[in-house]
């Protein structure tokens, strides 16, 4: 197989080599790889006759499925950059994006026109709504869509005009935006290469070892990088995707994975917990399950026993990433019973180093900022070089671009590397230091509780206060002066925090992180 240069070179290459091979199965049906090509060439056919330039940003809002894949691939066949906009924003943000990266059209689906109606106002450059079932009113809301012209998406990608032949692009041109969560401000977006996103799916695909015969399921938005990814890599594999839109229904999942002989499961900690509760009310097993990865918060060792016992033929695989480069670690699961607080080591093909706060490299076992060097990281944030500024600079040794991530690990003498906190969530209380991280570890390993998030809250006598917020596990039932009795045998009396707050669940960010913004905003 040619190696591919374009992240469309992995769809025509898969086309090419497995016409027939089911590409991607969701909830209603499911697409081949020459039907994936055939429809991702018609709608840039249609995209480029209706005036999408190369380099021009197309917002894709929809939810998982083929048509959003599709998209994702007929934007860069008509040499556009792909913004990939979670379904479950709302109006004020989705406006806000389209504004931000100039959007020339937008793909989604009717079902959402109450908040695309009014996002597209006002917007000049807006030239297209490609939206599934469009009518030129919408459905749901009743309202008369005013502004662009509209087209309906499956009509489009059915009868539209074929580019067999993608807009000639090159590795250094930009493929996609992706937009974080806004956690600091207004939503930042990163701009990611061609050939930043095809080598980081090389490097995944390499130390993970997937195969063209994986079948993986998505239950990520494909808008979460995460999610992403998992098409990528499948396409570029030749592999299949199993879409479920969420994990709100786990018996549906379960059935899922059992229907398709799922192979591979990507999940974060918020699933890996749900599933553990599962583990305990009945005999479910997977044999199939060949790979599992986690990433977005930290895998926490208590998790570890269970998903053993669901996957037991799986190889776990605990890895550390951010929007800016896509990956950064992973820890060979080899080394999970013995390393099970670490991260790993940095990708194939790229190196890491820890800093302090003045550049200077950190010696093993002392804190210091994480810097990434590789051919992933982004290019940096759209229309922002200050943020840009602050988070690549060059690295003094090498010359090279760098990328600060602005989160402290610490680093053994094997080079495993091991996350201590964001260096802006650092708490710090009577004179001392305290990592988040470090805390809500220690109440996870409390029986009865099955989350925890820490911050630290303003406190004119000791600088920041401690704030605990935790979910009990199903069933159990916890009294605050227990949870800090258990706490201060455990850990020194400064990190022990103030206050415990139980809560049913823990507010999650678009991305499926814990919302510590809005936790601090509750506290305040």
């Not at 302090?356 to 900022?369: H, L, M, T």
């Not at 998030?453 to 704030?467: F, H, M, S, T």
Request: charged residues 20%.
């Amino acid at each position: 197989m040619t190696a591919a240069a374009l992240l469309t070179d992995g769809l025509l290459q898969s086309a090419a080599r497995l016409p027939a091979k089911t590409a991607i199965i969701d909830e209603t049906s499911s697409c081949t790889y020459e039907q994936l090509a055939e429809k991702s060439s018609r709608l840039a056919g249609y995209l480029a006759a209706h005036g999408v330039q190369s380099g021009d940003r197309v917002v894709i809002f929809l939810d998982n499925g083929w048509p959003c894949a599709a998209a994702v691939y007929g934007v860069l066949m008509a040499g556009g950059v792909f913004v990939l906009v979670n379904p479950q924003t709302k109006r004020d943000k989705l406006h806000f994006i389209l504004a931000d990266c100039e959007a020339t059209a937008l793909i989604t689906d009717r079902h959402l026109a109450n908040q695309y109606d009014q996002a597209v106002s006002g917007l000049d450059r807006l030239r297209l709504v490609v939206s599934v079932g469009t009518s030129g009113t919408s459905e749901t809301s009743g309202v008369q869509v005013t502004g662009p012209p509209t087209a309906d998406l499956h009509e489009v990608m059915s009868t539209g005009p074929r580019q067999s032949v993608p807009v000639p692009r090159s590795t250094g041109d930009l493929a996609a935006l992706i937009y974080t969560s806004g956690s600091t401000g207004e939503p930042k977006g990163v701009m990611q290469t061609q050939g930043a996103m095809v080598f980081a799916v090389g490097s995944i695909l390499e130390y993970l070892k997937m195969t063209a015969d994986d079948r993986i399921l998505l239950v990520l938005p494909m808008a979460f990088d995460y999610g992403l990814y998992q098409v990528l890599m499948s396409v570029f594999l030749g592999a299949t995707v199993v879409v479920e839109r969420s994990f709100a229904f786990l018996g549906r999942v379960y059935e899922v994975m059992r229907k398709h002989k799922v192979t591979v499961l990507p999940g974060v900690p918020t699933i890996f917990s749900i599933m553990q509760a599962s583990v305990a009310e009945s005999d479910l097993v997977f044999p199939d399950v060949r790979i599992v990865t986690n990433t977005a918060a930290v895998l926490h060792p208590s998790l570890l026993p269970a998903l053993a016992t669901l996957f037991p033929n799986a190889r776990i695989f605990k890895m550390y990433g951010l929007t800016e480069c896509k990956r950064v670690s992973y820890l060979d699961p080899d080394l999970l019973a013995d390393r099970p607080e670490s991260v790993g080591i940095a990708i194939p093909g790229t190196t890491v180093c820890l800093r302090d706060r003045v550049g200077n490299p950190v010696p093993p076992g002392e804190p210091g900022i994480l810097h990434v060097q590789g051919p992933h990281i982004m290019a940096g944030y759209w229309n922002r070089p200050e943020a840009t500024a602050r988070m690549l600079r060059i690295a003094p040794e090498t010359g090279e671009v760098e990328l600060v991530a602005q989160d402290l690990f610490t680093q053994d003498s094997d080079g495993l590397l091991y996350f201590v906190g964001r260096s802006d969530q650092i708490i710090k209380t009577r004179g001392e230091k305290v990592s988040p991280v470090e805390v809500e570890n220690m109440l996870c390993r409390m029986d009865g509780i099955s989350q925890a998030a820490v911050i630290g809250v303003p406190d004119p006598r000791l600088g920041e206060k401690i704030l605990a917020y935790v979910v009990a596990a199903p069933g159990r039932s916890l009294a605050e002066g227990e949870v800090r009795r258990f706490c201060a045998a455990r850990l020194e009396n400064f990190m022990v925090p103030q206050k415990i707050i139980f809560l049913a669940e823990l507010p999650r960010t678009g991305n499926n992180k814990i919302d510590k913004k809005l936790l601090l905003e509750w506290s305040i």
